[in-house]
T-cell receptor, first 110, second 116 residues
Framework: RKEVEQDPGPFNVPEGATVAFNCTYSNSASQSFFWYRQDCRKEPKLLMS???SGNEDGRFTAQLNRASQYISLLIRDSKLSDSATYLCVVLKAAGNKLTFGGGTRVLVKP | ETGVTQTPRHLVMGMTNKKSLKCEQHLGHNAMYWYKQSAKKPLELMFV???????ENNSVPSRFSPECPNSSHLFLHLHTLQPEDSALYLCASSQDPVSQRTGELFFGEGSRLTVL
């Protein structure tokens, strides 16, 4: 089983709609969780951290479910510029190594 | 302007060539990383350097040889590569340890390598 798993998509989303997708992780010792965004042919960039109580950053909402070992990202009022691959990233308590998921591709269409 | 710059951006090499990828970070970070990104596969960590010392070698074949002369520069020396080594090679930097709160790595734009 992969350490961090994501649905590769693509998720085709009408502009203005809401899209949500999950990421599952296998290691219960995982401590911290993040979402990165990677535009086509660009480098990954940190989008947001995921806190235990859930958190929002504008139109983006991240949730963590430790019991079921998954995190989620919800995008409201999708914009064309939200089209990207969203990478789920896990940091274990021991060591400082980030493990990346394969990414979920989102395509927002007019 | 990115705080992490990589050169060259594109590289085509034969299996018998020797080439090097270069990375420079202007962020004052202590840790630098090499990642490999292949099509339809997750980012794979290759090497980690902390204060110029290698702290992780993720079972990378010896045809990849990293070098970190100082905290701002990182090289990846390539020799006798295979076609399956064709990928995007990403350099990143961070304060060490990677912050539990932000988990932020700063990536360069990558060097796209094609091995013929």
């Amino acid at each position: 089983r992969k350490e961090v798993e994501q649905d590769p998509g693509p998720f085709n989303v009408p502009e203005g709609a809401t899209v949500a997708f999950n990421c599952t992780y296998s290691n219960s010792a995982s401590q911290s969780f993040f979402w990165y965004r990677q535009d086509c042919r660009k480098e990954p960039k940190l989008l947001m951290s995921v806190y235990s109580s859930g958190n929002e950053d504008g139109r983006f909402t991240a949730q963590l479910n430790r019991a079921s070992q998954y995190i989620s990202l919800l995008i409201r009022d999708s914009k064309l510029s939200d089209s990207a691959t969203y990478l789920c990233v896990v940091l274990k308590a021991a060591g400082n190594k980030l493990t990346f998921g394969g990414g979920t591709r989102v395509l927002v269409k007019p | 302007e990115t705080g992490v710059t990589q050169t060259p951006r594109h590289l085509v090499m034969g299996m018998t060539n020797k080439k090097s990828l270069k990375c420079e970070q202007h962020l004052g970070h202590n840790a630098m990383y090499w990642y490999k990104q292949s099509a339809k596969k997750p980012l794979e960590l290759m090497f980690v350097y902390n204060f110029k010392e290698q702290t992780e070698n993720n079972s990378v074949p010896s045809r990849f040889s990293p070098e970190c002369p100082n905290s701002s520069h990182l090289f990846l020396h390539l020799h006798t590569l295979q076609p399956e080594d064709s990928a995007l090679y990403l350099c990143a930097s961070s304060q060490d340890p990677v912050s539990q709160r932000t988990g932020e790595l700063f990536f360069g734009e990558g060097s796209r390598l094609t091995v013929l």
